[in-house]
RNA sequence: GUGGAUAUAGCUCAACUCGGUAGAGCACCAGAUUGUGGUUCUGGCUGUUGCGGGUUCAAAUCCCGUUAUCCACCCCA
């Protein structure tokens, strides 16, 4: 039986101080993407069912099985399964020239009811971008190396990029026909999943990791053999515009992205600190009708809670966290003290201290609360100091303490904070 | 969705194999001549053994179910 005080499966809090390192990413990324001229746009996590059936395709895994899908007012609705979707259904609704050199980014929880395991959660997070200008090799290398200068103001250490093509127009299907052609023959000698792959989605073949399957497909050409010559010289300048932004990469044509509206270039990020979930970020070209308007785009999205983990397997999140400001603990002794207490308390935080008190407890106990909660500070108050208008001012790290004129408390302790 | 492992105090774990109503460390709280934290010493508190059911005189322990967690497959970030 599942108890009320259980999350749902695969669906977890992010309290402290896990969570400082989580707004000190975001904050990373938000500074980061500014530079590269990204806007931030926050898109529903709600959306119609519809909105992500006909954009990531209707046969993948991600809509078929993994979706949160309700009913509510006769309407279908859908969780976001992944963040590109919204982005373009926002985008449908604006004019051409609202679009034409669109840079969005976004940062959020997105949902998949898959079963949870390391570096998969039913609710997790991404920050990733999309970017509207015409299609060009440039913006594409561009993109590519924003998404690795990201992880790497992240601090991840070494990651690989993996890049490959789909093809623009009609070279996915001929790539698609050509594989079939190629594969039908050998037919028998595949797995169970991949007799139905070849007519499903046959580009998943090339992706399986069945022994017999992989001994098949390496003697298949490769699927920029049969692509008309403009998406091969497209990818070549990708690559090259790489080349001179330093990005590292490798090619590997048997690279498979799973949604069905990426065309042209494709690219996945894989870091070896994580276990068998190693991909950290993905992206690529697109190309997607909505609402009778085309749009293409180029784009990626990169796992938080991979992020978060590879970061702690190395053993750099630590270093990420920028120290908070100094505590200020006020320690009063009696019911007189304690009301003034709180009001010198809401006095000194207006001037811009960070402040605490505790309500009860003897001198001793709101001295250890104090150093519980690492408090830079105490400021101590009983009936001598409220008589002489002065308060004990206390430095926890050298045990210091001499009386502070109230008037000069606040001036004092924001001095020592410089 | 499939498979394997796990679930005991706030945390890390012991007791389970060979049933006899749960222990340790850390943490927490309080004291150590009456207004001072961190170290030390002394004392104290803590559990529907995940949940539900079954077998038994008796279940943390054996059996079934269920929920969650971890790991892998599938798939993806």
Not at 129 to 136: G, H, I
Not at 396 to 412: I, R
């Amino acid at each position: 039986m599942s108890s009320p005080l259980q999350s749902v499966q695969g669906m977890s809090d992010i309290a402290a101080p896990d969570v400082r390192l989580w707004q000190r990413l975001e904050e990373i990324a938000r500074a980061t993407l500014a530079r590269y001229g990204f806007e931030e746009l926050r898109t529903p996590i709600v959306e119609f069912e519809s909105v992500f059936t006909r954009s990531i395709g209707s046969t993948t895994d991600v809509v078929q099985k993994e979706m949160y899908v309700f009913e509510k007012g006769g309407r279908r609705l859908a969780l976001r399964p992944e963040g590109t979707a919204g982005v373009m259904r926002y985008a449908a609704g604006l004019g051409p020239m609202e679009t034409a050199g669109a840079r969005w980014f976004y940062i959020g929880p997105m949902f998949r009811s898959e079963r949870p395991q390391a570096g998969r959660r039913r609710q997790f997070h991404q920050c990733g971008v999309e970017c509207l200008e015409p299609p060009s090799p440039l913006v594409d290398a561009e993109i590519l190396a924003l998404q690795v200068d990201l992880l790497r103001a992240w601090g991840l250490g070494e990651c690989e990029v993996r890049l490959s093509t789909r093809g623009a127009g009609a070279d996915a299907a001929r790539v698609a026909e050509g594989l079939r052609d190629a594969l039908a023959p050998r037919e028998a000698e595949l797995c169970e999943d991949c007799r139905r792959r070849i007519n499903e989605n046959v580009l998943r073949v090339l992706d399986c990791k069945q022994p017999a399957c992989r001994a098949v497909v390496e003697t298949l050409p490769e699927p920029t053999s049969f692509m008309d010559e403009t998406s091969r010289t497209y990818l070549a300048q990708v690559a090259e515009h790489l080349d001179d932004l330093q990005v590292k990469h490798v090619r590997d044509p048997l690279l498979v992205r799973g949604l069905d509206y990426y065309e042209h270039t494709v690219w996945e990020i894989t870091n070896s600190a994580l276990g068998a979930q190693n991909a950290v970020a993905g992206g690529g070209r697109y190309r997607m009708e909505l609402g009778g308007r085309e749009l293409t785009g180029v784009g990626f999205a990169i796992g938080l809670e991979r992020v978060v983990s590879v970061l702690q397997t190395l053993g750099r999140a630590e270093e990420l966290l920028v120290p908070g400001a100094p505590l200020v603990w006020l320690v009063g002794l009696g019911d007189a003290a304690q009301r003034q207490n709180l009001s010198l308390m809401q006095s000194l935080r207006t001037a811009g201290l960070t402040c605490r008190m505790a309500t009860g407890g003897s001198m001793k106990s709101q001295m250890r609360a104090a150093n519980k909660a690492g408090a830079a500070w105490a400021v101590i108050r009983g009936d001598d100091e409220l008589a002489g208008g002065v308060a004990a001012l206390k430095n926890m790290e050298t045990g210091e303490q001499a009386n502070v004129p109230l008037a000069e408390l606040a001036g004092k302790l924001t001095g020592a904070q410089k």
